[in-house]
């Protein structure tokens, strides 16, 4: 018993470490002949309907489908909307399982190739690392060969079932007995992690006369059931998008299932009149693997005019803190064509922004004081709402714009442009905190922290600026810590030379508390930029040209 616990505690740990290589894999591999791919294969509904009908028909696997959808999804390549049309049709494909048990007689098994697989993925991760394409796509196979492996060792941790749970031990009738049957295959499904290898031993039973077709029938209905929980383990620790993912496959086999309950008999009666037409003769397999066909057909006919809602629907649900802070307030599509009010619109967000810009800059500085989970989420949502404003201002520029508006625009970009230096300069420095903190320790450490927190008074006073003040005087604070930091950079090197701090530790520390100094004046550009765009958006005053400080207009990250 205990032996069986420790073998179904590794296979879920294999099976989670498997999603996090497949995940990090296709993102790190992730280039512009995938994304083209993935996105030719998903343009419309129907094609991603098709290619996740093929994909599962060649790997004989939805769950291995399910969990590479979702890793797509955890790696930005795949929209949510893509992913259910993927889930979709892998839903479709996986009952190839059954016509090739009830056809061929032969039944693949996946975890054959998990070895071969694993070996692969780590020879490609040591020889190219993991860093470059062909190392990367190394780690997602290693990923595919894990997940097989934890599939086998769930499987034989539940080995003993196969006694306690004998098919041809069950005997009931009515609604409580097909509710049995649904449960049964259901908990097949659910402790192998495999739904083909419940399909095929249910045909194999119909076959010998130990089940009956209506029987069969709910055990096939129950397995597609337990299929759900593939999806619920590879969402675990992902994101809300792959989280959305693993709901609509638990909402399309819940209902498919509940739809094909209701109508068990008339589905049984239409396959074997299917059957009779197409002379496929009175073969329990064979009818089961046509209901299990026609069921999943169903399904997605029934769910196809509800999808985009659906999509819609999943969106609200799962909403990370990141996701709400990064949400637009101001901008809206339907304002494009009025460049005034976009600009205004582009205006407040990136206000808002700016703000976001210096929480996260001041969690960051701060250090010991602030969660790292919340300088992520911080730092997360300050990106997703960047990207909104530059999407929105890539929409802008292709209106017609007066040259009033195509001046504002200009600097429009230029405060992106800022903002985005300012959280990449942020990063790198929470990047980099560990190696200021073995400064501090040092003997210069005082200075090192004096100086850290004139950084942060400097943002401050930035930030607490009143309209219409003058800008002389944070121009005159950014100039007097800069000569702080010169000062603090032969302190550091003096300190070095009299060996009361080691040169490695002064050379690993010196670039970000460089990089403060110029988040501050990425901060101080980015208020005057906003400032010139408000005083031109404001009707009595005169259009101001953006100000001349070396950097292009149109320069925009």
């Not at 998990?114 to 490609?124: D, E, Q, R, T, V």
């Not at 997605?300 to 637009?328: C, H, I, K, N, Y």
């Not at 604070?477 to 060996?499: D, N, P, S």
Request: one cysteine or more.
């Amino acid at each position: 018993m205990l032996s069986a616990i420790g073998t179904l505690i590794g296979g879920l740990g294999l099976f989670l470490l498997a999603v996090r290589l497949i995940t990090e894999g296709l993102k790190q591999a992730a280039g512009d002949s995938l994304r083209d791919f993935l996105a030719r294969s998903t343009a419309t509904r129907l094609r991603g309907v098709l290619f996740g009908m093929a994909v599962t028909g060649l790997l004989q696997s939805s769950s291995a489908v399910t969990v590479a959808t979702i890793g797509f999804v955890n790696a930005g390549l795949l929209t949510l909307a893509e992913a259910i049309s993927i889930v979709f049709g892998a839903n479709i494909g996986t009952t190839l399982t059954g016509w090739l048990v009830s056809i061929v007689g032969f039944n693949l098994r996946l975890e054959l190739f998990a070895l071969p697989l694993l070996g692969i993925g780590m020879f490609a991760m040591t020889v190219w690392g993991t860093r470059s394409r062909w190392g990367a796509l190394g780690e997602a196979l290693a990923g595919f060969g894990l997940f097989f492996i934890g599939i086998d060792f769930l499987r034989e941790a539940f080995v003993g079932l196969s006694d306690l749970l004998a098919l041809e031990s069950i005997q009931a009738g009515g609604v409580g007995g097909t509710l049995l049957f649904v449960g049964f295959g259901f908990l097949m499904t659910l402790v192998t992690q495999s739904s083909s290898a419940a399909i095929a031993l249910t045909l194999t039973a119909a076959s010998g006369g130990m089940l009956s077709i209506a029987a069969g029938a709910a055990v096939v209905i129950g397995s597609s059931l337990g299929t759900t929980s593939t999806a619920a383990f590879a969402a675990i620790g992902a994101t809300a998008n792959a989280r959305r993912v693993a709901a609509a496959h638990v909402v399309f086999n819940v209902l498919t299932a509940v739809v094909a309950l209701l109508l068990l008999p008339v589905l049984l009666a239409i396959v074997r009149l299917t059957g009779d037409l197409l002379n496929l003769g009175d073969i329990p397999s064979v009818t089961l693997a046509m209901f299990h066909t026609t069921f999943k057909i169903l399904g997605v006919l029934l769910v196809w005019p509800f999808a985009d809602r659906l999509a819609d629907l999943l969106s609200q649900r799962f909403r990370t803190q990141a996701e709400t802070l990064g949400r637009p307030q101001f901008l809206d599509r339907n304002i494009v064509a009025t460049p005034t009010l976009a600009i205004e619109a582009l205006r407040q967000e990136l206000q808002r922004s700016l703000h976001m810009a210096h929480d996260y800059a001041a969690m960051v500085l701060r250090r010991d004081r602030v969660p790292v989970g919340k300088s992520a989420t911080q730092q997360e949502a300050l990106d997703s709402l960047l990207e909104a404003s530059q999407a929105f201002v890539s929409r802008l520029e292709f209106e017609r714009l007066p040259p009033g508006s195509a001046q504002q625009l200009a600097l429009v970009l230029r405060v992106l442009d800022y903002q985005q230096d300012i959280v990449e300069l942020a990063q790198e420095i929470a990047e980099r905190d560990r190696h200021i903190e073995t400064v501090v320790k040092e003997s210069p450490g005082t200075e090192v922290n004096a100086y850290v927190a004139h950084v942060i008074e400097n943002l401050e006073a930035l930030m607490a600026l009143e309209e219409g003040s003058d800008m002389e005087a944070p121009r005159q604070r950014l100039q007097a810590l800069e000569t702080e930091w010169r000062r603090l950079k032969t302190t550091l090197l003096q300190a070095a030379a009299g060996k009361k701090v080691s040169l490695h530790k002064l050379n690993v520390s010196i670039e970000p508390l460089r990089q403060m100094n110029r988040l501050c004046d990425r901060f101080l550009k980015a208020v005057e930029r906003l400032r010139e765009l408000d005083s031109s958006l404001t009707p009595e005053s005169p259009e101001a040209e953006p100000a001349g400080d070396g950097e292009p207009p149109q320069a925009a990250s």
